[in-house]
């Protein structure tokens, strides 16, 4: 079954990530490298992506007028989705296993959502 692995920063995680030397942010790149490869290899992983920061991001709306992309304000929040691994394992456990080795794990900021199939013609 297919499970998407949220990782989210906040402040505090980020001022984690900026207080490390330049030798410890790139253990830290490693370290997503190292479970990236593992997880490919096992064939487990389908898909995984870094988020740029959420001052590039755009709103959307669509009405009779057409479609309007528009910069921030977005809703407030302290926890921002900084990155994703969708990944296909044999059970939820072995997604949370996946989940746990993440270090933002450690501030409450790893959530495993299981996918749904869809097919066509049928209601979710």
């Not at 009779?64 to 528009?70: E, I, L």
């Not at 302290?78 to 794990?105: M, N, Q, T, W």
Request: with cysteine.
């Amino acid at each position: 079954m297919k499970y998407l692995i949220q990782i989210y920063s906040n402040p505090a995680s980020r001022a984690v990530w900026e207080g490390f030397t330049p030798e410890q942010q790139a253990e830290g790149y490693g370290f997503y490298q190292g479970i990236s490869s593992e997880l490919a290899a096992s064939g487990e992983l389908i898909a995984t992506e870094a988020l740029a920061d959420i001052s590039l991001a755009k709103r959307v709306t669509h009405s009779d007028s057409g479609t309007v992309a528009s910069d921030g304000p977005f809703a407030e929040t302290k926890e921002l989705l900084a990155g994703f691994y969708l990944v296909d394992c044999e059970s939820e456990a072995r997604a949370v296993e996946i989940a746990g080795r993440f270090p933002e794990a450690a501030y409450g900021l790893v959530e495993v959502r299981p996918v749904l199939e869809m097919a066509a013609g049928t209601d979710v």
